[in-house]
């Protein structure tokens, strides 16, 4: 049997003349430098401001400033003889909703991972199980990119925060290998869908696919349920458990920069999110 290649996605030509306009009206360092002014300057600013800032003419200033302007970046208004220069707040949404065109972000996701291994169990977590669930929770602290605890929480803790239909356990060869468990994120009705992740898989049984095999039975789990979004916060050097939530239909939201401290040390965290198809 041959194998048939993927179908590739063509952006369409209107949407790339689009987005090129966009990027080439910010291939200059100038304007970079202009737009961070105008865009953190509340109420905006005027160009005499930037020539001052940026220590460049008022003749080329404003030839920047028309630049951005031309392309929607930015909104100019007279004010007697002086232009007020203000930032366009739709493209604080289209710019990155450029880039994540470009890049493919935007094309459907995967529901889940489609090769779990065939000997791992997946089933509800019980009562007897939670000894081996707090044990490889230390595990994962000890890895010291896990989670910025650092202590076990309790049984009585865990049990009341995590939502009871969404407790699961891998089992191989009748032994608890690895857990995952949502929580919701808020109390208020209206986020009463959303909730957030939690994934650990024992020391020495990593990299078997006991975490695709887990994250396959939450993310489907969760969507019969109708939790129409799933959110986690992973440390940026955790690059498995990134890769593992992406392959379950999570997307990368942004970096949280110097979110927290573990052990004195400050850490980011890639924030990230499943949004399901039947919301």
């Known amino acids: ?116 291994p065939d000997d791992v169990t997946v089933r509800a977590l019980r009562p007897a199980d939670w000894p081996a669930v707090r044990r490889i929770y230390g595990e994962g602290i000890a890895t010291g990119i896990a989670t910025f605890e650092t202590t076990v929480p309790s049984r009585a803790s865990l049990d009341a925060k995590w939502l009871p239909d969404h407790r699961w356990v891998a089992e191989l060869d009748g032994q608890v290998v690895g857990w995952t468990a949502l929580s919701p994120t808020s109390n208020r009705e209206c986020y009463a869908g959303v909730a957030e992740s939690s994934i650990y898989v024992a020391d020495g049984h990593r990299g078997r696919g006991i975490g695709k095999a887990l994250i396959r039975q939450q993310v489907v789990a969760a969507d019969e349920a109708g939790l129409w979004t799933l959110q986690t916060a992973i440390f940026t050097e955790n ?15 942004g970096i949280r920069e110097r979110i927290a401290q573990l052990n004195g040390v400050w850490h980011d965290t890639v924030l990230i999110e499943r949004r399901s198809a039947n919301d």
């Open 1 to 116: 049997m041959t194998a048939t290649a993927p179908a590739t996605s063509v952006l369409p030509e209107q949407e790339a003349a689009t987005y090129a306009e966009w990027f080439a009206s910010l291939a200059e360092p100038t304007r970079i430098r202009l737009l961070h002014i105008v865009a953190t300057s509340p109420g905006g600013t005027t160009v005499g401001r930037l020539t001052e800032l940026l220590g460049i003419s008022q003749s080329t200033c404003s030839h920047h400033v028309r630049k951005l302007a031309d392309v929607g970046f930015l909104k100019l208004h007279k004010e007697g003889t002086s232009t007020r220069v203000t930032v366009n707040s739709a493209c604080c949404v289209g710019l990155p909703h450029a880039a994540d065109a470009v890049m493919g972000l935007l094309a459907p996701r995967p529901c889940c991972p489609a090769d779990v």
């Open 239 to 253: 690059r498995a458990s990134i890769a593992l939530h992406h392959a379950a239909g999570y997307r990368t939201v």
